[in-house]
């Protein structure tokens, strides 16, 4: 028997859940298939948002050939053998889940087919696809974020499978709250309704189901940790949490259990990567060069030696006084810029390359720093409108406490540092 996620795969865009800027009216997806018109792509999301589900709606409404295949399992020479079925109909559609598995190798062996349009590819990844696909073949290929589902469309989905698949629909239960069904897919529609089948398999018809009992059932049935599949997410989460909140030991169990589980030595990198930058960053600078020297030599030397070169960095990081200062500073003012639109650069800012813009007043009153004592000149750099905005918190701990002081001297009269 299929699993439900599988039996409530929609048949048509209408019936697609989530992604409005690629399926919505005016989606840019939904266009290219009226227009017939689809070019290479690739859809770039976590798991569980629509991303195999696109690629069949895309074929079966330009009615073309579809292949699929998956990187962890398939190789150059599986590739070879749909390319070669489709030179006789070049509309083909290959779809690649996971295309960031393919090393660089695999990854040219689609080059050719793709540019000469013998193949439409549509490749997914939960990866970044600038790090992992090679650029050559990303330069030929348009590349769409799809985003978690939020609460209101894991509802639809909820209420769809309890209404609308036959298995389901026979035990008539009952949804009282929703709460810990929403909490536990943590937006990934896959997730959800794997959840809704385990519980319904788990209770008695017309049960009601309340956020204690759906709890209770998924903790009873906590999986092993699996690379390709839902744990793998859990588990990462875990880690840089452990991380994050300076527990070394609780650090070094995640990632054993991740090294136990085969996964990939990049994927590890990279997240403390990210992690020594945004929960650690100028507290200690020191951080994001051990992260990025980490990441460098995993990749050289793979398992598994490696394991020594993570458990290292891992405990550094997990021991390393903590600040988000600049990650939350980037999130505000991109909400900044969100809410308060394009505010024009200040004319004494603007660069003044012609004589007509010097009569206009660019670059008019700016002060060049270091023609004053200490290297400053208190000027204003921020739009009219948004003079005086802070930022940047530097925080309390001792490293970023001296960028607190230093700015609380420098911008005494403009910022309450």
């Given at each position: 028997m299929q699993p439900l996620a599988e039996r409530m795969r929609p048949k048509t865009l209408d019936d697609f859940v989530g992604q409005p800027h690629l399926t919505g009216e005016k989606g840019v997806l939904r266009k290219m298939i009226a227009n017939k018109n689809v070019p290479s792509l690739i859809f770039w999301g976590p798991p569980g948002v629509g991303k195999t589900t696109l690629a069949q709606l895309i074929a079966e409404n330009l009615d073309i050939p579809f292949f699929t295949l998956s990187a962890i399992s398939s190789g150059v020479k599986e590739v070879r053998e749909i390319i070669e079925k489709a030179r006789y109909n070049p509309r083909t559609l290959l779809f690649i889940d996971e295309i960031h598995r393919f090393n660089k190798t695999q990854q040219d062996a689609l080059l050719g087919a793709v540019e000469k349009g013998i193949i439409t590819l549509v490749g997914a990844t939960t990866e970044n696809p600038s790090f992992e696909v090679v650029s050559a073949l990303l330069s030929r290929c348009?590349?769409?974020?799809?985003?978690?589902?939020?609460?209101?469309?894991?509802?639809?989905?909820?209420?769809?499978?309890?209404?609308?698949?036959?298995?389901?629909?026979?035990?008539?239960?009952?949804?009282?709250?929703f709460g810990a069904f929403y909490?536990?897919?943590?937006?990934?529609?896959?997730?959800?309704?794997?959840?809704?089948?385990?519980?319904?398999?788990?209770?008695?018809?017309?049960?009601?189901?309340?956020?204690?009992?759906?709890?209770?059932?998924?903790?009873?049935?906590?999986?092993?940790?699996?690379?390709n599949g839902e744990q793998h997410y859990d588990v990462i989460s875990a880690f840089i949490k452990s991380i994050r909140g300076s527990d070394p030991n609780a650090a070094l169990y995640w990632l054993a259990r991740m090294i136990e589980g085969g996964e990939d030595v990049s994927f590890i990198a990279r997240r403390l990567l990210i992690l020594s930058s945004e929960d650690i960053g100028n507290a200690n600078p020191n951080a994001l060069l051990i992260a990025t020297s980490c990441f460098q030599a995993v990749n050289m030397i793979g398992y598994p030696e490696s394991e020594i070169i993570l458990a290292q960095t891992v405990t550094y990081l997990a021991t390393s006084v903590k600040s988000n200062a600049s990650y939350l500073g980037i999130k505000k003012a991109k909400k900044l810029v969100q809410e308060a639109g394009y505010q024009p650069v200040p004319l004494a800012l603007r660069n003044a390359p012609t004589g007509l813009m010097k009569k206009q007043g660019y670059g008019s009153g700016y002060m060049y720093s270091h023609d004053f004592e200490g290297n400053f000149a208190e000027q204003e750099f921020l739009p009219e409108k948004l003079s005086g905005t802070i930022l940047f918190d530097p925080g309390n701990n001792p490293r970023e406490n001296e960028m607190r002081q230093r700015l609380k001297h420098l911008w005494a009269k403009r910022y309450k540092y």
């Open positions: 348009q590349v769409y974020v799809l985003n978690s589902l939020d609460e209101l469309n894991l509802r639809l989905l909820l209420d769809r499978a309890l209404e609308q698949d036959k298995i389901i629909k026979e035990k008539n239960l009952k949804l009282k709250e909490s536990l897919s943590g937006g990934d529609g896959r997730k959800l309704l794997n959840l809704l089948e385990l519980v319904a398999s788990s209770v008695d018809p017309l049960t009601e189901l309340t956020d204690v009992l759906v709890t209770e059932i998924v903790q009873r049935n906590i999986a092993i940790y699996d690379k």
